[in-house]
Structures are given as structure tokens and as C-alpha cells.
């Protein structure tokens, strides 16, 4: 269940005018990623069912990878959850020219095999410009979670590429924590119950979407992971929690999109412990809807204080 590769790939990017920005940028930054892999790797002017590329487009297969193995709760072989996930936790609006941001792109199971792709991408993304205002910026360099550089001026290190597995993070992220009390949402999580978002979370809803998420990235790599028990798991303590949301532009659409979630922070019983892995491993792969625009992003704590 664990033995999912994932890889961290930090983007540090030189602006390249005064620019101001929206303070969620995961959402922009996905936006462009994906209109630059259109612009370059679809040859059908994005009207997938009529094209003869099928499951060899490397669009499709960033954006709306297929399973690999069949899952009981997804409508079709292909995931709306990318392999991938947007994180930047600058939340800053008005930029100066030479100012650097700094956000991460994970990648998880076999969507590691479009590692030049996305690096092109971003890379091409930064002559177009993102965000409504087009800020271009250049790519100052790309470095592994060690802080090593993996791209720099169309250098590729690939020795300093590192390809781990969820149990690796596991292993280290239990050196640290003892015993878990508390999971705070730092940005919106989208859970569908009954097809519907709800805007509260039992113990329950938690469980399973941690399981959702860790078996559709199992299934990305071909592997079927069998559902826990959810009855009489445990129970939450104590919630403080609330609703909130952000508008995006989708251009493929041509329409705003909102995408509201809950955030804030919740206490579980002490059997919570009794899925301590899975909570770990969701810490780092996101939970819920819309994972790749950075949604669903939890940290655990033992007490008052997080853990970074």
C-alpha cells in the first residue's frame, strides 16, 4: 500500500516585471502548466474524443491518467486525481521585479515518467506569463527536497533526482511524531458524500478519504488496495473548523470556478493512532477533490504546536 513512488521537485522562479498576483497560486500555476501542455503536446486542439492519440497522450495521461486497475468508487478508468499536486504557501499579492517564488510539485506513481514534461512546461510557461495578468517570469532553478539542484539554464542533474516511496516518508515523519492528537487544514478539503460537498467532517468521512486517495494512486501504479473497515472506527473530539472558498478562471472552460472546502483544525480520539501510517501518508499526498490545485493539505500535530 505504501511502495507508491513519489518524487518532491521545489521551483524557485525570478519574476520578471512588478506583478501582482492571487493569493492562491497553486490554482494559476496548474492553469498554465496545463494550457502549455495543450498548446505543445495535443495535436487536436484539446478535443479529446474525436482524437486518434488515446492512451498515448501525454496530456491526458499528466491530466487525467487512467487506472490501471479497476476502483469501486470512480466512474471511469481515468482519475479526475492527477498524480500530481501544486504547493505554494506564498500568499503574497504584489511583487517587485527579481522577486522569487518558491513552490513545490509532487508527483506520485507512473505520472513520474512526464518529469521533462513538466519541467518544459513551467518552463515555457514563464515566456506566456500566468495568472490573469500574465506575470512572465524566468525559471531560476528546480531542487530536490535535500535542496539539491536538479534543473538549472537547460541542465538536467539527474543524479540528483530522488525517487522515494511513500513508506520513506512514513519512516521519517515517525521519528517525529509520537503520538497523533490533531490534523489542521491549511488549505480546503473537498469531500463528496451522497455526490454532494459537505462543509463538516466525522471521524468516518476522514478514513475514507484517506483510503480513496492512497488507492487511487496504488491503482495509478497497478495495484489494488482493499478498503478498510469504517464502522466503529473512533471518533472526533473536538472540530474547529469553517467553510471557505476561491474563485478560479478557467480558460479551457471560459468560466469561473469556485472551490470551496473546510479548513481549520480537528482532534480525534486516540484511535486515531490506528491508522497513524495512513495519516501520515496523506499528509504528504493531500486528500479530497481537486488534490492538484494544492487542496487538501493537512499537517499533524501532537499538541498545540505543529510539526513542520
Not at 471511469?76 to 499536486?85: D, E, I, K
Not at 510539485?105 to 506566456?128: M, R, S, V
Not at 516518508?169 to 515517525?174: M, P, T, W
Amino acid at each position: 500500500m505504501f511502495d507508491v513512488r513519489w518524487t518532491r521537485l521545489r521551483f524557485k522562479i525570478e519574476l520578471l516585471e512588478d506583478s501582482y498576483l492571487p493569493t492562491q497560486k497553486n490554482s494559476a500555476l496548474r492553469g498554465g502548466m496545463g494550457a502549455v501542455l495543450i498548446s505543445y503536446f495535443c495535436i487536436n486542439k484539446g478535443q479529446c474524443k474525436e482524437c486518434l492519440m488515446g492512451e498515448n497522450c501525454v496530456v491526458q495521461n499528466i491530466m487525467n491518467p487512467k487506472l490501471e486497475v479497476e476502483l469501486p468508487f470512480t466512474k471511469n478508468a481515468n482519475t479526475s486525481s492527477p498524480g500530481f499536486v501544486i504547493e505554494c504557501m506564498d500568499y503574497k499579492n504584489e511583487y517587485k521585479k527579481g522577486d522569487i517564488i518558491q513552490f513545490d510539485l509532487l508527483i506520485f506513481a507512473k505520472t513520474l515518467n512526464y518529469i521533462p514534461q513538466f519541467i518544459f512546461a513551467f518552463d515555457k510557461l514563464g515566456e506566456k506569463g500566468f495568472g490573469k495578468n500574465r506575470a512572465k517570469y524566468r525559471l531560476d532553478g528546480i531542487y530536490n527536497k535535500e535542496d539539491k539542484l536538479i534543473f538549472k539554464d537547460g541542465v538536467f542533474f539527474k543524479e540528483n533526482l530522488m525517487i522515494l516511496k511513500l513508506s520513506d516518508y512514513i519512516l521519517e515523519r515517525q521519528k517525529q511524531i509520537n503520538n497523533i492528537k490533531i490534523v489542521q487544514f491549511i488549505t480546503p478539503f473537498r469531500f463528496m458524500k451522497n455526490n454532494k460537498l459537505v462543509d463538516d467532517i466525522e471521524f468516518k468521512d476522514f478514513i475514507i478519504s484517506l483510503q480513496r486517495r492512497i488507492s487511487i494512486l496504488n491503482a495509478l501504479e497497478g495495484r489494488m488496495i482493499n478498503n478498510f473497515e469504517t464502522d466503529d472506527l473512533g471518533e472526533i473530539v473536538e472540530k474547529n473548523i469553517y467553510w471557505t472558498e476561491f474563485k478560479r478562471y478557467s480558460s479551457r472552460q471560459k468560466s469561473a470556478m469556485k472551490l470551496g472546502g473546510i479548513k481549520g483544525r480537528i482532534s480525534f480520539s486516540s484511535d486515531i493512532n490506528n491508522f497513524k501510517e495512513l495519516v501520515i501518508a496523506g499528509e504528504l499526498t493531500h486528500i479530497g477533490k481537486n488534490t492538484s490545485f494544492g487542496l487538501g493539505k493537512y499537517v499533524i500535530e501532537e499538541g498545540s504546536d505543529i510539526i513542520e
